[in-house]
């Protein structure tokens, strides 16, 4: 598959522009779940969905082939939706100067290990909302999308080892928040 749509890019970036409709039938609904889930305003993610694709269209010129074609539509689209919620003061980053220790990060995954409850999810949904968008973005990519570490660091422009940190901290956040509720 990966193979098929860098030959659709070339022939997109030869001048069939039409055959774009592919990428935007095809990854449509992810976008624009991704700004929903992020912006919580449906009018807000149709636009900035058309908005990532439009981008994506201008840019696609200098797309090197060095990922898959959604992993860089991703990256675009979680760049303009940061930027959007940033310009309207929505964004609050926060990553607290955690300390970790071995028990620590042991006592976060048993917790998170535990069989779930209805009561559990409903503590873990509420916990979520109180993210920031940075963070619940993180847990969207990597525990919802199923998105490799190495593919979260790309989209996010951070490194893997970044990525890893700030996911035991958001679990650690959300233990804290959970356990306290």
């Known amino acids: ?17 039409n055959l774009y409709s592919y990428f935007v039938t095809k990854y449509n609904k ?19 969905t058309q908005d990532v694709f439009v981008k994506g269209f201008l840019k696609l010129n200098s797309f090197q082939q060095k990922s898959q074609f ?11 939706i940061i930027n959007e919620l940033r310009k309207k003061k929505l964004f609050f980053s926060s990553f607290d100067d955690i300390s970790e220790t071995f028990d620590e990060a042991a006592e976060v995954d048993d917790f998170f290990s535990q069989k779930e409850t209805e009561l559990r999810y409903q503590k873990l949904d509420e ?3 109180t ?25 996010t422009a951070q490194t893997s080892a970044n ?11 959300l233990y804290t928040i959970m356990r306290y509720e």
Not at 1 to 17: C, H, T, W
Not at 30 to 48: H, N, P, V
Not at 70 to 80: Q, V
């Open 1 to 17: 598959m990966k193979e098929e749509e860098f030959a659709l890019i070339d022939r997109i970036v030869g001048g069939e522009s």
């Open 163 to 173: 990525v890893k940190v700030k996911l035991f901290r958001i679990r650690k956040k």
């Open 70 to 80: 959604s992993t860089w539509l991703y990256r675009i689209g979680y760049n303009l």
């Open 30 to 48: 992810e976008i624009f779940q991704l700004a929903f889930q992020l912006t919580k305003d449906r009018e807000l993610a149709e636009d900035l």
């Open 131 to 155: 993210l920031p968008q940075d963070e619940y973005a993180l847990i969207l990519f990597h525990y919802y999308q199923q998105k490799q570490i190495d593919e979260i660091a790309f989209i």
């Open 127 to 129: 916990a979520l909302q």
